[in-house]
């Protein structure tokens, strides 16, 4: 029997998840689905369909996305996957050419994704595009190196406090960070603020506060409280959901209140970006124990259009070789165009990913073989134009 590709129809949103949601055990309750419904336009939504089963399904949010000195349309890849029935049989790598195809289509200079497992998309043009971090501090080890003077005071927020409280301070910092994306209102709602018993792992209910002054939120946290004992003693944690602060003093400010929760012994937080403040505030941030990982993966869908969008200054001619999209396939000036100039730097679009975002430098996939030198200087003056003041950082997988 033949598979076939195509749009979703409004109704096959269950469907359509249901390939990935066996992965995690269970089909989509309705709950689920109902949620992506608020976020998901079903157009962005590509099915696998065999015989009048759907075995395989990817879908795309459709994101303002902060990159180097822009915001630009994306596709939020999600929801990806085949029935194990099913798998190796090129399933994917059709859904990855319609999204792709789809995306291109639309405007969209770029998609990004969290991966399952780092092996899949470097196929379709993905690159590793962004770190993340992820730490255990015990309070005993929470001291800063100097007082935090941030002048404000710290509110616990109910659920539709929270709405109107936390999407500003979110919103300040998303548009000057590279990686991260405008949340609107059904984002709030079905996704960040959600708090299902299902989302809880054990630990307690959402916990939302924010730091203000003169009733301007100026940084915000989410986390649980879970606690536990051992021989009288309490072992608690706080595990941070999400915290993040516009200025350096609301950022510690917010830390430092997460660090002075009474009677927890520790505080856990994942998906932290990787030049966190917390480093030089810690008075032991060894203590840390960061361990790094791997977060967003960019595809350049529009090659000129990412590199017209990006804060970009310079003379460098990039060749750009992509093996999945082939309208990318040539050679680029920094504004975008397509040159007829020799080329400074070979490389893979994949490669170009990686530095897009400002994670990695082109010094980086040099000394990993990734990018030819072809003109003298041109991996430095490559990386004097592409450096950016801050690591990309995606706070949630999506
Ligand atoms: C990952 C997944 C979607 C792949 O689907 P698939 O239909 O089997 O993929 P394809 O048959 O199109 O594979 C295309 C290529 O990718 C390779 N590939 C696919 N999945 C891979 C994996 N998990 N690890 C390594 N290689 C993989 C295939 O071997 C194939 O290689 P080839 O072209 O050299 O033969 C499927 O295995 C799946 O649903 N996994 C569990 C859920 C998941 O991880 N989803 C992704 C969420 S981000």
Sequence with gaps: MSVEVRQAKPEELSSGIAPVSHYFGSAPSEGTAQRFSRVL??????????????????????????VPGAIVPAAGVTIVGVLPTHTRRGILTQLMRAQLDDAHERGEPVACLWASEETIYGRYGYGMAALCGETEVQRMYGSFRQPVEHGGAFRLLSHDEALDAIPPVYARVAAETPGMFARRREWWEARALHDSEDRRD???EMVRVVLERDGEGLAYALYRLKMDFEAGSSTGEVRVIEAMGVSPEATAGIWRY???????????????????????????????????GDSLWLRLVDVG????ARSL????????????CPWNDARYSFDGA????????????SDLAS????????AQLQRAGLVDELSEGAVARADAAFRTDRAPWCPEIF
């Design 202 to 204: 054990g630990a307690g």
């Design 338 to 349: 397509k040159s007829m100039e020799d080329a400074d730097l070979r490389l893979d679009v």
């Design 41 to 66: 336009r079903p157009e962005r939504m590509h099915v696998a369909e065999e015989g009048g089963q759907i075995v395989g399904g990817a879908s795309a949010f459709e994101f303002q996305f902060t």
């Design 258 to 292: 997460l660090l002075d929760v009474d009677w927890m012994e520790r505080v856990q937080a994942e998906l932290l970006p990787v030049d966190h403040a917390l480093f030089l505030l810690l008075e032991q941030p060894r203590r840390m124990r960061f361990r790094i």
């Design 355 to 362: 530095v897009y975002l400002g994670a990695f430098t082109f």
């Design 305 to 308: 259009a990412a590199l017209a």
């Design 313 to 324: 200054e310079g003379d460098v001619v990039l060749e750009v070789a992509d093996a999945f």
